[in-house]
């Protein structure tokens, strides 16, 4: 095609794009899709589908070497890198898992929250510190009734998709495809927030619709550190002991004094000392860096249908990241995220997400935030120029079968758990688990996709079932 033939035919393909956004979104949340069950192409009644035939691959963009190579590359977090990928399986897959969740929130909204009073409050204060990058705003802003946060997706979707393709077509010199990233951004995003929010809104459903079972309470800190060593499974070491004083080494006149009662007699601190990282950790980050541990996602396909017993075999691996800690922070929230592949153990390229936490007008500015961060282009850590890519794991294997395991026996009935790996330097516990996120993020590390959206699929299927089992039955959630 020519230059003049794609720039006339983009505006068609950009409005094509967003009408089938407004379409497949009110389509669930206040149409057919909503009242229907969900019936991808690959359930066992595919030939009554209910999915709308704009959310299904067109056959005309069934065949092609294009195409093969979409199909093909399941493991990426940068869609945009992959030809054609609007018009593969993945992303029409993508694109109806997305809208059905993103409609879902808005069932969800004053409804009770596994860890909130209601699901309202969990994302107005999860959405406290995030802004969309260079806007300095804070999305909790938004969020506070329906029909503020209805705007938002109606409006801050569609535009902020929109930017993001100019952005990358001007970064990437006219490399990238605006159309094509545009579909991606809108219909099957692909950043951490995207992936981020989905999980939370999966997570927040099946927690609704089958009366919190009991892995949720593994969100607690302490029932999960109580828990975990019941079941034997290596958690972080605490002090049992009913209270610790703290007080000031100067301070006088009852000044500088603290007192903490142990959350093992019923108080509300969990004492710890303080967990140092192992050999293999420390040589990868700068002096004064923080406990840096690995994030690690598992999906149970035992949490489809929580009324029947679960084996050590429903639990995958999904991802795994090192979040190399910055220099003087104090946690690794601060960090370069280095993706690490979970067949090898080899650590790939790193990057961050800080730049969804800067808030405040200032960061407005020209050059004051970045619109989007590197794409896993950074092979050393800043802070002393140390490498890390190209390094391997030591025992990932035996890593990955530890959360498997302790997904398994803490929580088979929770879809997909976000696991904190510490690699200590305590001999008598080499690898521990910090604690869990049940609305869990993969922090920008790569999975296959076809793996996690099958799942999710399947997952959509049967809580849209339950959903409307509830509505028949004129079900009060409390």
């Known amino acids: 095609k020519t230059t003049m033939g794609q720039a006339i035919s983009l505006p068609f393909k950009l409005a094509s794009t967003t009408l089938t956004f407004y379409r497949g979104f009110f389509y669930y949340l206040c149409g057919k899709g909503r009242y229907t069950s969900y019936l991808p192409p690959s359930s066992p009644s595919s030939e009554s589908t209910t999915i709308p035939s704009y959310l299904l691959q067109a056959p005309s963009t069934a065949t092609g070497n294009d195409n093969d190579d979409a199909e093909n590359i399941t493991i990426s977090s940068s869609s945009w890198t992959i030809s054609n990928f609007s018009k593969s399986p993945l992303f029409y897959q993508h694109a109806r898992v997305h809208l059905y969740s993103l409609a879902s929130a808005f069932y969800l909204y004053n409804k009770p929250h596994y860890r909130k009073l209601s699901y309202k409050q969990d994302i107005v204060d999860n959405f406290a510190n ?228 800067r808030l405040g007008l200032h960061e407005v500015l020209p050059g004051r935030c970045p619109w989007r961060s590197s794409d896993h282009d950074i092979t050393h850590h800043p802070d002393g120029d140390i490498p890390v890519s190209g390094s391997v794991v030591p025992n990932i294997r035996e890593m990955l079968h530890l959360v498997e395991t302790s997904h398994w026996k803490l929580c088979p009935d929770v879809p997909l758990v976000g696991w904190d790996v510490v690699l200590s330097a305590d001999e008598k516990l080499p690898v521990c688990l910090l604690e869990v996120n049940l609305s869990c993020n993969f922090f920008r590390g790569s999975f296959d996709r076809k793996v996690y959206l099958d799942f999710l699929e399947d997952m959509v299927g049967r809580l849209q079932e339950m959903r409307l089992m509830a509505d028949r039955d004129g079900k009060k959630f409390k």
């Not at 969309?132 to 909790?140: N, R, V, Y």
């Not at 998709?161 to 490399?175: C, D, Q, V």
């Not at 981020?196 to 949720?216: E, F, K, Q, T």
């Not at 396909?301 to 990241?321: F, I, M, N, Q, Y």
């Open 130 to 357: 995030v802004a969309i990058p260079g806007t300095g705003l804070p999305l909790s802003l938004f969020v506070w009734n329906k029909p503020l946060a209805l705007g938002l997706v109606c409006t801050a979707s569609p535009i902020c998709s929109f930017i993001a393709s100019i952005h990358l077509w001007l970064k990437t010199r006219g490399k990238s495809s605006i159309s094509n990233e545009y579909a991606i951004r809108l219909l099957a995003p692909d950043d951490w927030f995207s992936y981020w929010r989905l999980n939370c809104r999966v997570a927040g459903m099946h927690a609704l619709l089958n009366d919190i079972p009991v892995g949720y309470e593994m969100e607690n800190k302490w029932t999960f550190l109580e828990e975990g060593s019941k079941c034997d499974v290596p958690v972080s070491p605490y002090l049992d002991c009913p209270a610790i004083v703290v007080k000031h080494r100067n301070e006088e006149g009852g000044l500088g004094i603290h007192f903490y009662r142990n959350a093992t007699d019923g108080g509300d601190w969990i004492i710890q000392e303080r967990i140092l990282n192992g050999d293999w950790v420390t040589q990868h980050l700068p002096q004064n860096a923080p406990l840096s541990t690995f994030r690690v996602i598992t999906q149970s396909r035992g949490a489809l249908d929580v009324s029947k017993k679960c084996a050590v075999e429903d639990v995958t691996a999904l991802s795994c990241v090192f979040r190399a800690g910055r220099m003087g922070a104090l946690t690794d929230h601060d960090s370069i995220l280095f993706d690490v592949d979970v067949k090898t153990g080899k650590v790939l390229g790193g990057t961050t997400n800080a730049h969804w936490y």
